[in-house]
C-alpha cells in the first residue's frame, strides 16, 4: 500500500513580498496570496485529500482552509508544523540580517547544524515536523494513494522533506526555494527488510514503529499552478 503525502507552502504575505523574514511571525496573507490559496485549492481538491493538517500561524491556515472548503474537511493545526523560528532576525529585511551578520544568511542556508541568533536550527525544525507524520503514519493504517495534506512554510518544508528522505545532514541543503502555493509530493512504500548494505541511521529518523516500517521517496518538488497566480 503506498502512502501519499502533500507538503504545501501558504500563499504570499506581505512580508514575502518585501523580502522580509518572517519565521514565527504570525503574518496574514497579501490579496495576492488570498487568490493564490483559492487557486491552489481547486486544483488539489480533485486528488480527494482524507486529512488537512496545518501550522496554527494564519498564513498557513487560511491557505489550509481554502483547500479544506473544496473538500468539505477541517483542518487540524499543529504548532510543530510553524516556521523555523528566526530568533533576532524576524521582522528584518534580508538587507538588515546582512549589513548586521555579514555571510550569516548564507551559512544559515548551508549549515543544518547552524542557527540564528536566539532562533533555531534546520536539525531543529525537521524534528519537530517529522514527529507529526510520523504519528499520523501510526495513526492511520487505512491511509492509501488519496493524500494526506500539510500546509505549512518554506523552510519547515524542505528541513521535513530532508528527513523524511533520510538524507545525510550534509545534504539538507538541496531542498531550498519553494514558491508560495507550491507543494511537495512524497510517497510512503513498505520498507525492504534484510538488505545486504544497510544505510547508516539518519540523524533525524523515523520517530515510531510504524513509522520505521516505511520508506519515503520524493514523487514532486515545487510543484504548482501553470502560469502561476499573479503572473500576468
Known amino acids: 500500500m503506498t502512502r501519499r503525502l502533500i507538503l504545501l507552502r501558504h500563499g504570499q504575505t506581505h512580508y514575502n513580498a518585501s523580502l522580509r523574514m518572517q519565521?514565527?511571525?504570525?503574518?496574514?496573507?497579501?490579496?495576492?496570496?488570498?487568490?493564490?490559496a483559492h487557486a491552489v485549492g481547486r486544483v488539489l481538491a480533485p486528488?480527494?485529500?482524507?486529512?488537512?493538517?496545518?501550522?496554527?500561524?494564519?498564513?498557513?491556515?487560511?491557505?489550509?482552509?481554502?483547500?479544506?472548503?473544496?473538500?468539505?474537511?477541517?483542518?487540524?493545526?499543529?504548532?510543530?508544523?510553524?516556521?523555523t523560528h528566526l530568533g533576532s532576525?524576524?521582522?528584518?529585511?534580508?538587507?538588515?540580517?546582512?549589513?548586521?551578520?555579514?555571510?550569516?544568511?548564507?551559512?544559515?542556508?548551508?549549515?543544518?547544524?547552524?542557527?540564528?541568533?536566539?532562533?533555531?536550527?534546520?536539525?531543529?525544525?525537521?524534528?519537530?515536523?517529522?514527529?507529526?507524520?510520523?504519528?499520523?503514519?501510526?495513526?492511520s493504517p487505512d491511509w492509501s494513494e488519496h493524500p494526506a495534506v500539510i500546509v505549512a512554510h518554506g523552510g519547515a518544508i524542505a528541513a521535513l522533506t530532508a528527513s523524511l528522505l533520510e538524507l545525510p545532514v550534509e545534504q539538507y541543503s538541496v531542498f531550498n526555494g519553494l514558491g508560495n502555493t507550491c507543494w511537495v509530493q512524497l510517497s510512503a512504500h513498505v520498507r525492504p527488510e534484510g538488505t545486504a548494505a544497510q544505510p547508516p541511521e539518519p540523524e533525524v529518523g523515523p520517530t515510531t514503529e510504524a513509522a520505521r516500517g516505511v520508506l519515503w521517496r520524493l514523487d514532486q518538488w515545487n510543484a504548482g499552478i501553470t502560469p502561476p497566480v499573479g503572473s500576468s
Open 89 to 139: 532576525w524576524q521582522g528584518m529585511s534580508h538587507s538588515e540580517v546582512d549589513g548586521q551578520w555579514p555571510d550569516a544568511r548564507v551559512r544559515w542556508r548551508s549549515s543544518p547544524r547552524w542557527s540564528p541568533p536566539e532562533g533555531e536550527s534546520r536539525l531543529d525544525v525537521a524534528r519537530r515536523t517529522r514527529e507529526v507524520v510520523d504519528e499520523l503514519v501510526e495513526s
Open 47 to 83: 486528488r480527494r485529500p482524507w486529512t488537512i493538517l496545518s501550522s496554527d500561524l494564519q498564513r498557513a491556515h487560511e491557505t489550509a482552509k481554502a483547500l479544506a472548503t473544496e473538500v468539505g474537511l477541517d483542518v487540524r493545526t499543529d504548532p510543530r508544523l510553524r516556521e
Open 23 to 36: 519565521g514565527q511571525l504570525d503574518t496574514e496573507l497579501s490579496e495576492l496570496g488570498i487568490r493564490q
